[in-house]
């Protein structure tokens, strides 16, 4: 059995404690943990997730955000933030008031804040976004959304910002400015970057790749040396020689592993819908019916296993990925390490990246042998 303390495995020597929902190495609740695990780590973060189990963020319901929280325990994902589609500022502000009316009161991996998925992209990298919920992009606009306090993450096109006043907005307002379903050329990446971007969206997709004489936002993610990367590792979005590429050229201490996933993770091959258009699950993919991939159907501990097999990544280094990288990004204060005093946020996985026990706040909220 081995621990992730300050994101290096060691053996574990058994002192790990609760201590009112804080992690603690001297007093307090002692902790029985199941006999099969071989890594205690931080809890995952996901950054970027649209649904599970038959739904979804812009379901705008409660039952929607309470049953998703309490999926995500059995893939070790401890926190999130519910990710929406392109959509009519006017169908995405009740979906925020619901998010704020949640947050306190999920049961399983907790809300942090959201993160918004358009609907201020380029018609031209649309991708699954639905292209009917484009809203223009301007201050004007993010004004209007009522509960803006609570998005911490915002995915653009900056092409469309004029001088760059809506990025340095987004930033004013303590939101990170991400780039992504995004037709910019590597120029206005930087310049974008040199006035607050700081992320860039699903890398690979969805955005202007890497053309030796028209160079664009993927080029741009490897020029732009304090921004981090969220990456799809589902063997599906991005190929192994593009993952390997970003992994060492990019490096692991800026990429964030995202699961991009939408209703149908965790259910039965068949038709689902995802912004209002039909999304076909077929195995361990979603397709619009012309092809176009539609988020995923991975789960984050599935992410870690894959990053390992694909970059050749250490194990530490993926578990970095998916906890201690995001709080680093969003500012998350008190996660993502097994550190003194940090919220006991606890995930345990076997020697094949299986979720055994997972603990929230000090308390098992999920145990493989009970359920």
Known sequence: MQILKNNVLIPYDYNLKNNNGRISFETGENIIFNNNIEYIVPGFIDQHIHGLLNFDTMDGTELSLQTQSLGLLREGTTSFFPT??????????????????????????????????????????????????????????????????????????????????????????????????????TDQVINASNNGLKSFTHLHNASSGYDHRNPGVVLAAYLIDNAHVELIVDGEHVCKEAIMSVYKNIGYQRINLITDAMRAKSMIDGEYDLGGQVVVKKGDTARLKNGTLAGSVLKMNDAIKNMIELSGCSVEEAFQMASYNQTKLLKIENKGLIKESFDFDITCLDSHFNVIQVFKKGKEVYNENSC
Not at 100 to 129: C, N, Y
């Open 84 to 185: 929406t589609m392109t959509a009519k500022i006017d169908d995405i502000n009740p979906i925020l008031k619901t998010i704020r009316k949640t947050m306190s009161k999920t049961e399983g991996a907790e809300i942090l804040g959201v993160h918004l998925e358009g609907p201020f992209i380029s018609k031209d990298k649309i991708g699954a976004q639905n292209p009917s919920g484009l809203e223009t992009l301007s201050i004007d606009n993010i004004k209007k959304i009522i509960d803006i306090d609570i998005i911490k993450l915002l995915t653009y096109a900056p092409e469309l910002d004029i001088e760059y006043k809506f990025t340095k907005y987004l930033e004013e307002k303590n939101i990170i400015p991400s780039i992504g379903h995004s037709n910019a050329n």
